[in-house]
């Protein structure tokens, strides 16, 4: 199956402060990106779906000011998490998938980056 | 409202065989499928099913019912290693997952 990487892998930051974390496609051009959220046991909640060039779309109860995603271009997506709390506090992770008209192709998820704000 | 079921936890021994059920209700369906969550690392993909019918990989098999919403994973001769969470999700008509709470499996020796 295709690549997707992460980075970071892991960050711990201060509450207040900003994290960016990127999403790459390695070796193919992702039409679409998804990011998630996951808490301790319990499953994948989709935040926003982002289309490259456009504006993502986020789910109810996601503020898209406070995480904001770019999608500049078919193998690059970033997801910053500004002024960070504990509460967001998570295992983020990105997926990525090539979707035309009505085929479909798999979602390629990164390895998620574990963010802890301390 | 969608809602994709699945049992909190079931738990087997090493070499048995153990089937894990899905129940869904969604808007449009354009597929179902399996993935496998180890602790602290992201989802792998096991399976997709889009038609009625069993599709066999290796020791993993899925298997779908459009018409009941139903859908089962079933691992044979089962190692160590698959001691894991198992995510059903659903592809609904805008092509959006919409994921299961997951299942998470206890091997034992």
């Known amino acids: 199956g295709a690549v997707v990487s992460q980075h970071p892998s892991w960050v711990i930051c201060k509450s207040g402060t900003s994290v960016k974390i990127e999403c790459r496609s390695l070796d193919f051009q992702a039409t679409t990106m998804f990011w998630y959220r996951q808490f301790p046991k319990q499953s994948l909640m989709l935040m926003a779906t982002s289309n490259e060039g456009s504006k993502a779309t986020y789910e109810q109860g996601v503020e898209k000011d406070k995480f904001l995603i770019n999608h500049a271009s078919l193998t690059l997506s970033t997801l910053t998490v500004t002024s960070a709390h504990p509460e967001d506090s998570s295992f983020y992770i990105c997926?990525?998938?090539?979707?035309?008209?009505?085929?479909?192709?798999?979602?390629?998820f990164g390895p998620g980056t574990r963010l802890t704000v301390l | 409202g969608q809602n994709i079921d699945q049992p909190t936890e079931m738990t087997a021994t090493e070499g048995a065989i153990v089937q894990i059920n899905c129940t869904y209700q969604?808007?449009?369906?354009?597929?179902l499928f399996w993935y496998q969550q180890h602790a602290g690392e992201a989802p792998t993909f096991l399976s997709y099913?889009?038609l009625d019918g069993l599709e066999e990989k290796g020791r993993f098999s899925s298997f779908l019912s459009r018409s009941k919403g139903y859908s089962y994973l079933l691992l044979k001769e089962l190692q160590m290693k698959d001691s894991a969470s198992y995510l059903c999700a659903v592809m609904d008509s805008n092509y959006q997952l919409i994921w299961g709470a997951g299942t998470k499996l206890i091997i034992k020796p």
């Open positions: 969604t808007s449009g369906f354009n597929g």
């Open positions: 997926s990525a998938a090539s979707i035309s008209g009505s085929s479909y192709n798999e979602q390629f």
């Open positions: 099913n889009v």
